[in-house]
């Protein structure tokens, strides 16, 4: 093995060795392993061809690639997944979040009256308002104090001397409540209340490793004040109190059929937990009570927004219509499969 192992020569070395492992993206995972064992970006990595690597990053490359090739998937080994606007951190044992549940994420949103304009811009400022106080400006949202000239027209700079909050919010705006039930890294949560700075989110999960992830991650976007994670299945852990008063719940829960789950890549079925995979015989076993819950965890006209499997959507929507759901539409996802049932409770 050559003493100096330029960045170059690692990057050439690891993507053959993960080719040969059978990795389909070796190119990607390479720079993704490089990235993370030098602290480098991807794109810094370009500029930096002939640096030589340190030997303790030599010694952590080389954890990793052996990991990526016996399967484990990239985002355990990285430890974070970018979910449509935030970065969320992931660890074995919790479900690594997939850009179908971004569709989910969507739909969710439509469903909830929009922010405030002046509230929404800001929220997509976010690196860099995040880098300047640590959070999101959104996060301030009606929980928070610093809500700026919500329905006025000043400049963001006139913000700091907006007037106290309670004088900036229309007496009709009132936060929004949302569950997340199955919340596992807590991804949907996080983005529903990063999004929607007038959410507040109760999200939920049976595994105590999803709870505590979900937590970390709330916390690292500074949004821990807008969402609560408790720990149990479905809505049980729910405050009773608050069952009638949600405005929408949003769900990504176990759904592969029993039978579909024997042929899921192996990497998935090595390396994600099946707890949160496994929807019973007819990938509904979840759902169906799922369904009853909200139909009185909701109130009159909210929304119920879940993720399912392709082959279920119809039997789904039976189901959620027998639950007492007035309307249900059947929305795809990005690869134009049948993926999420979004129900509405009727407001008589
Ligand atoms: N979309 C995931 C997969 O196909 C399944 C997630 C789930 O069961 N909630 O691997």
Redesign the pocket.
């Known amino acids: 093995m050559n003493d100096t192992w330029t960045i170059q020569a690692a990057l050439d070395w690891t993507q053959g060795y993960l080719e040969r492992k059978g990795d389909e993206n070796p190119r990607l995972s390479s720079q993704w392993l490089l990235s993370e064992a030098t602290g480098l970006s991807r794109i810094e990595l370009y500029a930096h061809f002939d640096k030589p690597l340190s030997m303790g990053e030599r010694d952590t490359l080389r954890a990793y690639v052996s990991r990526r090739g016996s399967g484990e998937p990239l985002q355990y080994i990285t430890g974070e997944v970018g979910f449509r606007h935030i970065s969320v951190k992931v660890k074995p044992g919790v ?1 690594i979040p ?1 850009p ?1 549940t971004e569709v989910l994420v969507s739909e969710g949103l439509a469903a909830l009256p929009a922010p405030p304009k002046r509230i929404a811009a800001d929220a997509f400022e976010s690196d860099a308002l995040r880098e300047s106080d640590g959070r999101p400006d959104a996060a301030h949202g009606l929980a928070g104090s610093g809500l700026h000239g919500g329905g006025q027209d000043g400049a963001p700079e006139d913000a700091p001397e907006a007037q106290p909050v309670d004088e900036v919010i229309p007496e009709e705006r009132r936060e929004l409540l949302v569950a997340d039930l199955c919340t596992g890294s807590g991804c949907i949560a996080c983005s529903i209340a990063y999004e929607h700075p007038e959410t507040r989110v109760i999200a939920t999960d049976i595994a105590s490793e999803a709870v505590s992830l979900a937590r970390e991650n709330a916390e690292a976007l500074g949004l821990s004040d807008r969402i609560e994670v408790l720990e149990g299945s479905l809505g049980e852990a729910v405050p009773s109190g608050l069952v009638g008063s949600f405005d929408l719940v949003i769900s ?5 059929p029993t039978a579909v789950l024997a042929e ?1 890549p192996k990497e ?1 079925a090595d390396f994600e937990p099946s707890l ?2 496994d ?1 019973g015989d007819d990938g509904l076993d979840l759902f169906r009570p799922l369904a009853l819950w909200s139909a009185r965890a909701l109130r009159p006209g909210g929304t119920l927004a879940v ?1 399912l499997h392709e082959t279920c959507l119809d039997e789904a929507a039976a189901a959620a219509k027998d639950a007492g759901f007035a309307v249900t539409t059947i929305v795809e996802d990005l690869t134009g499969r049948p993926r999420v049932l979004v129900a509405r409770k009727g407001c008589g």
């Open positions: 479900l997939r179908e990504n829960p176990p759904y592969i899921i998935v949160a995979l929807g993720e």
